[in-house]
């Protein structure tokens, strides 16, 4: 069954595209993560679309080995860090309406000179969070 057409947030509600191409609407919630592994088991072909905003550095790095993500700047300005050849690798991003993309199974993380929101375009199976890319 398809979600309401909305309007959604999407900080809020989050939506998850099936491999099928049905959307699921979700709940950000303190347990939004589990709740994803608990809802599409291995999220094998699931691409998570979501906003977020933040104003300080992520407390940790990511890499998603089945596919690139795609990021987009909606407002601010921020580094956006790719560990790449055993060294950082800085991309400033700072028009609204700009993009880049974390190449499959780059670990990256992003350090904000402002008030920053993206939208992320997230092949989401296998997502990995660590401290540091060398951990």
């Not at 608990?38 to 790095?61: E, K, N, Y």
């Not at 795609?70 to 060294?87: I, Q």
Request: glycine share 10%.
């Amino acid at each position: 069954m398809s979600p309401k057409p909305g309007p959604h947030d999407g900080g809020a509600h989050p939506l998850v595209l099936a491999p099928s191409g049905a959307a699921t609407v979700m709940t950000m919630s303190p347990g939004f993560y589990d709740e994803l592994g608990r809802t599409f088991p291995d999220f094998r072909g699931h691409v998570l679309i979501q906003r977020h905003g933040f104003d300080a550095p992520w407390p940790t790095w990511e890499r998603h080995p089945e596919g690139d993500e795609y990021v987009y700047l909606l407002s601010g300005d921020a580094d956006f860090v790719l560990w790449r050849d055993g060294r950082e690798e800085i991309v400033r991003i700072d028009r609204p309406g700009s993009y880049v993309v974390a190449p499959r199974n780059t670990w990256h993380t992003a350090r904000p000179h402002a008030p920053t929101v993206m939208l992320f375009v997230t092949p989401g199976e296998g997502t990995q969070n660590a401290p540091s890319p060398q951990d």
